[in-house]
């Protein structure tokens, strides 16, 4: 057992901070959450706790979309749309990663600065490389952080450098599978490109896989006009974006992560209700590229699950943080958009999306309430709270002002996480 | 004479950045540009060099459009638009300034942050108190920094606490005139808050003095819808928002900087063109009030002078690089919102719009032509070029990942500016 003390913030519901000034939260041997509470109970007055004073005590980020592979080119190559952006700077990138060498050194930093930036969990699409592939798993799990990684098939419209085959993306897959049915925090996760991507052979070789284990599927919906016009003409029995992956096994048949959904509407805004499937909100990447803006308010009266993403190097930066802040940005673009319709997001439920929502897809992970993961951040704001501000401001200051200066510690499944490492081999 | 050695880049014009890998700018002893060259000219070789090696060197930033008594209030109170925003939160906050030893407090951690994020010269707005206004010209001087600061007149609409009558606003005006009169980087600009806070005989007031006495004028136009609507009713002998400044001497009758814009077009677009008013784009801002996305390429394509500004604390930061880095994406949006008519801003276009643009409002500032004030950053980014990335590709990153840590040197008309003192008196 460990018992940690602070000033502790986390949202039960979308509705309001749960706030404890001073508070303690006592986590068992397993890396739950045994109680969070204002007073420390009688039976454990006598043992040790780990006060850290006046700072913030907050559940970590968790990041629901995001390219590894794409680590090199994060702040740059931001002058078109989504189509000829992967072409142009994205495929060939991803392409570098057969060389493993290559590959290590960029994963290395990748999963240094998702750690930076106060991220323990990660949805990741990695490459077509089983190899590099397998390397990313170890890394995090050397980390001592969860995530899960896929494999990605992509096996049309690509250059021949970043394709595979239906039978490579599925031995891959379970290759990935395989590696990490060890590693408790770490695992595979079914990886269509997005549909423009993928032969329908490949979508059902993906489909039948995901269900055949009940693994879940990630990858892009609705993300930008011309993308969806092509689906379009790519797939003209499906009756949406959203029904090109339905009739594959891949839309909520198994747990289900879409990002993007900028533009999901009508039938596939009933189905992703209907199959529960996650809309990951990616709001810098959208704003980056050009794509539009998801209409998360509606999503979330529906009953749609949301989650946030970074979408790294669409978006432009790790922080989870800083995709909250545009979060509460584009519901008030949203909003203008409407007319004034679809109301704006509250910071409460910002950070819910980035925590407790976002974290549901990896189990009982993103609150502080019994049986949750410790999954945390400490938060030293000192240098942003020079005037006695209360601690819901002093969060929303660390949101709109902070970076990874005030992070102080990061706990991941009640173990603290030390910085990962840059350089150096695996093992 | 000082010569500068680095990686300098710089914005003649806003096509494209001029860049000089190890180059020269040699400066005179005014702090005026002589000469920006790659190699050193024959008559300078036995000059000593301040060589700042791999670094990148820059003009420094310009903020616009920035209010100093909103400082306390950055980062939380993002859950309004603008009216009931300003009522709620900023008027109560500004009012506090009456009192001088809590406006030295604040206004010394402004001064600070400004330089701290890279901004060498700001156009501000202060309150309706004299006293507070002069000492916020005091710790600009005596930082050495570069700005002009506008005691603000409002004489309805707003808290008794935060009224000045017509007498007091051209009395307090003339003041920080005759206060900055031998402050030879800081100076008066005449300031009705906005048109609804202001009455005609005001206004009439205001346009007298800056016609008088040749002032610059800055305010606000067109931010939000229902500001707008309020405007029309207040103002009905107006033909629009921006007429409502015309009619009064405060529409380009001397140098005029008007903030926001979302919302400008027709004949208010026209008379901006036509009286070359200067847009100053403020998107973050803009995001968090949910006021709108103002159409930056129309406004470029037609002439009309555009600056960027930071707008704290509606705006959540100081840093111009991050305004920068939301010009582009609101750009982007607009490009979806006009159905791909308005293109997409290019990164050399935004970094103009930040220096040679916004600096032209102060004179020659901005560039690193001959003739220009040397007013520079230098830029130490080897923790984000990791992988021998060019150095265009170096500022991208600067500007989408970087922060005040990477800020080595700053300069302001030739000098290099420590660190504004958070506390202790002036003097």
């Given at each position: 057992?460990?018992?940690?003390?602070?000033?502790?913030?986390?949202?039960?519901?979308?509705?309001?901070?749960?706030?404890?000034?001073?508070?303690?939260?006592?986590?068992?041997?397993?890396?739950?959450?045994?109680?969070?509470?204002?007073?420390?109970?009688?039976?454990?007055?006598?043992?040790?706790?780990?006060?850290?004073?006046?700072?913030?005590?907050?559940?970590?980020?968790?990041?629901?979309?995001?390219?590894?592979?794409?680590?090199?080119?994060?702040?740059?190559?931001?002058?078109?749309?989504?189509?000829?952006?992967?072409?142009?700077?994205?495929?060939?990138?991803?392409?570098k990663y057969k060389d493993l060498k290559y590959a290590e050194r960029m994963?290395?930093?990748?999963?240094?600065?998702?750690?930076?930036?106060?991220?323990?969990?990660?949805?990741?699409?990695?490459?077509?490389?089983?190899?590099a592939?397998?390397l990313?798993?170890?890394?995090?799990?050397?980390?001592?952080?969860?995530?899960?990684?896929?494999?990605?098939?992509?096996?049309?419209?690509?250059?021949?450098?970043?394709?595979?085959?239906?039978?490579?993306?599925?031995?891959?897959?379970?290759?990935?599978?395989?590696?990490?049915?060890?590693?408790?925090?770490?695992?595979?996760?079914?990886?269509?490109?997005?549909?423009?991507?993928?032969?329908?052979?490949?979508?059902?070789?993906?489909?039948?896989?995901?269900?055949?284990?009940?693994?879940?599927?990630?990858?892009?919906?609705?993300?930008?006009?011309?993308?969806?016009?092509?689906?379009?003409?790519?797939?003209?029995?499906?009756?949406?974006?959203?029904?090109?992956?339905?009739?594959?096994?891949?839309?909520?048949?198994?747990?289900?992560?879409?990002?993007?959904?900028?533009?999901?509407?009508?039938?596939?805004?009933?189905?992703?209700?209907?199959?529960?499937?996650?809309?990951?909100?990616?709001?810098?990447?959208?704003?980056?590229?050009?794509?539009?803006?998801?209409?998360?308010?509606?999503?979330?009266?529906?009953?749609?699950?949301?989650?946030?993403?970074?979408?790294?190097?669409?978006?432009?930066?790790?922080?989870?943080?800083?995709?909250?802040?545009?979060?509460?940005?584009?519901?008030?673009?949203?909003?203008?958009?409407?007319?004034?319709?679809?109301?704006?997001?509250?910071?409460?439920?910002?950070?819910?999306?980035?925590?407790?929502?976002?974290?549901?897809?990896?189990?009982?992970?993103?609150?502080?309430?019994?049986?949750?993961?410790?999954?945390?951040?400490?938060?030293?704001?000192?240098?942003?709270?020079?005037?006695?501000?209360?601690?819901?401001?002093?969060?929303?200051?660390?949101?709109?002002?902070?970076?990874?200066?005030?992070?102080?510690?990061?706990?991941?499944?009640?173990?603290?996480?030390?910085?990962?490492?840059?350089?150096?081999l695996?093992?």
């Amino acid at each position: 057992m460990k018992i940690y003390r602070g000033n502790i913030l986390f949202t039960p519901t979308p509705e309001q901070f749960t706030v404890l000034e001073r508070g303690y939260v006592i986590v068992g041997d397993d890396g739950n959450i045994i109680k969070t509470c204002q007073d420390l109970p009688a039976d454990c007055k006598d043992a040790e706790v780990v006060d850290f004073g006046d700072q913030l005590v907050m559940p970590a980020m968790n990041d629901l979309h995001v390219h590894a592979p794409q680590y090199r080119n994060l702040g740059i190559a931001m002058d078109m749309e989504l189509l000829p952006w992967l072409n142009t700077y994205t495929f060939p990138e991803e392409s570098k990663y057969k060389d493993l060498k290559y590959a290590e050194r960029m994963y290395r930093r990748f999963v240094h600065d998702l750690w930076k930036l106060g991220t323990m969990r990660a949805a990741i699409f990695a490459t077509i490389h089983p190899d590099a592939t397998c390397l990313l798993t170890d890394l995090l799990h050397e980390a001592g952080m969860g995530g899960m990684v896929g494999l990605v098939g992509m096996d049309r419209n690509g250059p021949a450098t970043l394709s595979n085959t239906v039978e490579e993306a599925v031995e891959g897959t379970k290759r990935v599978m395989e590696h990490t049915k060890d590693m408790p925090l770490v695992s595979a996760i079914v990886t269509p490109r997005f549909v423009p991507s993928c032969t329908p052979r490949m979508m059902t070789a993906l489909g039948l896989l995901a269900n055949e284990y009940n693994l879940p599927v990630q990858s892009h919906l609705s993300e930008n006009q011309s993308e969806i016009a092509w689906v379009a003409e790519l797939e003209p029995e499906s009756t949406c974006y959203g029904d090109a992956y339905r009739r594959y096994g891949m839309f909520g048949q198994t747990p289900t992560l879409m990002a993007h959904c900028c533009y999901t509407d009508g039938e596939e805004f009933e189905l992703m209700r209907k199959n529960h499937v996650f809309a990951v909100h990616c709001p810098t990447s959208n704003c980056n590229l050009g794509s539009g803006i998801a209409p998360i308010r509606r999503f979330l009266s529906a009953g749609i699950p949301v989650a946030l993403g970074s979408d790294v190097s669409g978006g432009s930066g790790f922080s989870i943080f800083r995709v909250m802040h545009y979060t509460l940005q584009m519901a008030k673009m949203q909003w203008v958009r409407t007319d004034h319709k679809d109301q704006f997001l509250s910071l409460s439920e910002a950070f819910w999306l980035a925590t407790k929502s976002g974290g549901s897809f990896f189990g009982k992970v993103g609150s502080f309430e019994p049986g949750y993961a410790f999954d945390a951040l400490v938060v030293d704001d000192s240098d942003l709270n020079f005037d006695n501000y209360t601690i819901q401001h002093r969060l929303e200051r660390y949101i709109y002002l902070g970076d990874d200066r005030q992070l102080t510690h990061r706990f991941c499944q009640g173990k603290e996480i030390a910085a990962p490492r840059i350089s150096g081999l695996v093992g």
